[in-house]
């Protein structure tokens, strides 16, 4: 494989880390000290799919543009897509559930994925920036 983008693929892991390890934090703690309502998702299984996707989402943006850079916009909306069907799967036992608050989990999930995705988008952008 070639150097830069292993070199590429390790910072963002670093950072993809730290930032999962922070936000993980910071949200277990308000759970923790703010909420009194069940959850249906505990929330480290929130951050591991997130993770894991995102892990995923970058290492296939990241090995396109050291293939070619041309290709990388219709890479990232497939993958972008292919996210948003996978956290749907995700979320489909809570909507199929009996479970009576559902909004709290919904919001549990969905602010993770945001901050994720802009992540993701910044360093995608900053990929592009490097040329």
């Known amino acids: 494989m070639n150097l830069i983008f292993k070199k590429r693929q390790y910072s963002f892991f670093i950072q993809l880390i730290l930032i999962t390890v922070i936000l993980f934090g910071i949200h277990s703690y308000?759970?923790?000290h703010f909420s009194n309502q069940a959850i249906f998702f505990p929330i480290w299984q929130i951050y591991l799919f997130h993770f894991i996707?995102?892990?995923?989402?970058?290492?296939?943006i990241n090995y396109k543009y050291s293939q070619s850079t041309t290709k990388i916009f219709n890479a990232f909306m497939l993958s972008?897509?292919?996210?948003?069907?996978?956290?749907?799967?995700?979320?489909l036992p809570l909507l199929l559930s009996s479970f009576e608050d559902k909004i709290p989990d919904v919001f549990n999930f969905f602010i993770p994925y945001f901050i994720f995705l802009t992540f993701e988008i910044y360093s995608i952008t900053s990929l592009l920036k490097e040329d």
Do not use: D, Q
């Open 53 to 60: 996707v995102t892990l995923a989402l970058y290492t296939l």
């Open 30 to 32: 308000l759970i923790y």
């Open 80 to 91: 972008t897509m292919f996210k948003m069907i996978l956290a749907i799967l995700f979320l």
